[in-house]
């Protein structure tokens, strides 16, 4: 399982999350909502400090990553972040490892 961090996305973290070199967002499934693979869970993300890395991508010095304990919301699947320049929002995608 991957990250895949689009390069329209990583200027998003780092204009609306103010992001830089040696942060940490966190990618994690949260109760509520509806994803692909889960019904009642959906993706969230927030600047955090990781506890248990499971998965990681480090794109000039900033740490996309999920934690161990929330590896089974993807399903074995890569996750590709990129941007809906329309609405200036994150969009996810989920592809077969």
Request: aromatic share 16%; glycine share 8%; proline share 1%.
């Amino acid at each position: 399982m991957n990250i895949i961090v689009s390069e329209e996305a990583f200027a998003w973290f780092t204009r609306e999350m103010e992001a830089e070199a040696g942060d940490y967002i966190r990618f994690y499934a949260r109760y509520g909502g509806s994803s692909k693979f889960h019904e009642g869970f959906s993706l969230g993300m927030n600047r955090e400090l990781p506890h248990e890395i499971g998965v990681e991508t480090i794109v000039d010095g900033i740490h996309f990553y999920i934690e161990a304990r929330d590896e089974w919301f993807f399903n074995e699947h890569d996750l590709h972040v990129h941007v809906n320049t329309a609405l200036d929002e994150l969009t996810y995608e989920y592809h077969a490892t």
